[in-house]
């Protein structure tokens, strides 16, 4: 059975920083494309990042570019998300899930195998 889970949200100041982590168990990420996504109350849920499979190559939401970090280690099965520079507008679910294809990088629709999310807060 595909799992994704998601670890590493929590609350922190703006200026913060937060490391997330996205774990698979029933398939090995190696072979596919991840995304991160977030979603805030009342928001769709928007592409952040995504690293390829084959090159490493990574792609950035404008609002995150040099703020957020993506990276993998296939060796543990595991993406991440490194966050820094925190800000208000940050604060939502933050989903990894395995891109496709179909559609671009950014696209919810060209991914499957969705985490259930963790949520990160920026606040004083």
């Known amino acids: 059975q595909v799992h994704l889970v998601e670890s590493g949200g929590g609350l922190v100041q703006p200026g913060g920083s937060l490391r997330l982590s996205c774990g698979a168990s029933?398939?090995?990420?190696?072979?596919?494309?991840i995304g991160w996504f977030r979603q805030a109350p009342g928001k769709e849920r928007e592409g952040v990042s995504c690293?390829?499979?084959?090159?490493?190559?990574?792609y950035y939401a404008d609002s995150v570019k040099g703020r957020f970090t993506i990276s993998r280690d296939n060796a543990k099965n595991s993406v991440y998300l490194q966050m820094n520079s925190l800000k208000f507008e940050d604060t939502a679910v933050y989903y990894c899930?395995?891109?496709?294809?179909?559609?671009?990088?950014?696209?919810?629709?060209?991914?499957?195998?969705w985490g259930q999310g963790t949520q990160v807060t920026v606040s004083a």
């Open positions: 899930a395995a891109w496709t294809g179909g559609s671009g990088w950014y696209d919810p629709g060209g991914y499957d195998y």
């Open positions: 029933g398939f090995s990420l190696d072979y596919y494309a």
């Open positions: 690293i390829s499979s084959s090159d490493g190559r990574t």
